[in-house]
């Protein structure tokens, strides 16, 4: 079970993710993230409170990396715990997605990407 929080700073909008996401959240989790998407822009993505993330819940992230560039978007996700960093790190997401290690520096990215 996830709990999703939305909230904006200077423009950019943060989604925060708590829990885990596993098959079934994951959905709630795409639903989010389209809904934000519509909107373009600057998107970033707290992950401190993340427990937990399935294969499902890494492809909704993979789903938006082709959205990144034709939409223009910028997604920086931010403060993984260790154990769900190296679930990107194995599957090579962090190199195709911006990752950053607390809120200041994901601003600062989405600001200047």
Do not use: H, P
Not at 30 to 46: H, L, N, P, T
Not at 66 to 87: P, Y
């Amino acid at each position: 079970m996830i709990n999703i929080d939305r909230s904006s700073e200077n423009e950019i909008t943060i989604l925060k993710v708590t829990g885990e996401v596993d098959a079934s959240s994951s959905i709630q989790l795409d639903e989010e993230m389209s809904q934000v998407a519509i909107q373009g822009a600057k998107i970033i993505v707290d992950l401190s409170e993340l427990e937990y993330i399935s294969s499902a819940g890494l492809g909704v992230f993979m789903s938006y990396i082709s959205d990144l560039e034709d939409k223009k978007m910028t997604l920086v996700l931010f403060g993984m715990k260790e154990k769900v960093l190296q679930v990107f790190q194995i599957l090579g997401l962090d190199q195709l997605l911006t990752i950053e290690e607390n809120k200041e520096e994901a601003i600062k990215k989405a600001s200047d990407l």
